[in-house]
């Protein structure tokens, strides 16, 4: 009955999808995470109002995608995840090693040591949930 009431009556999991479900949920919430940190290093960090809007609308854009690609499954949204995942490596790394043309790219600024912590945990984040999200397929065939 309480099924029904939320509109779970016809809903029917099979053996691995509980499995493939936990992995999408954790690549959700990482996706969550990583846009959370993105927005709390750009107040941490200020450098200016403009640039803490960018950032909230790219957290915005990067939690639309996460929410289309675990509950409507739209693939393209996660790929795109995936390849602002290597892009932001790219950027950290190449941050980590001096100023690069990718740095320069993505930072304003040479970052800061916070700056840089805080990006790196974004990054982490977002490479950690595309892990999940490319592992769910293949968990649930193990």
Do not use: H
């Not at 499995?19 to 107040?43: D, H, M, P, Q, T």
């Not at 509950?71 to 932001?88: P, T």
């Amino acid at each position: 009955m309480i099924g029904i009431a939320f509109g779970l009556a016809n809903f029917d999991l099979s053996e691995q999808e509980p499995l493939v479900n936990s992995r999408i949920a954790a690549f959700e919430k990482l996706v969550y995470a990583s846009c959370a940190f993105g927005v709390i290093s750009s107040l941490v960090v200020f450098k200016g109002s403009s640039e803490v809007a960018y950032t909230i609308v790219g957290a915005v854009i990067g939690v639309a995608l996460a929410w289309l690609a675990a509950r409507k499954g739209a693939g393209w949204a996660a790929w795109l995840l995936i390849l602002m995942a290597v892009v932001s490596t790219v950027g950290i790394v190449g941050a980590l090693l001096g100023v690069t043309a990718i740095t320069q790219a993505l930072f304003t600024q040479k970052p800061d040591g916070l700056e840089l912590a805080i990006e790196g945990i974004e990054t982490v984040c977002l490479v950690a949930a595309s892990y999940f999200y490319l592992t769910a397929r293949t968990g649930a065939e193990a």
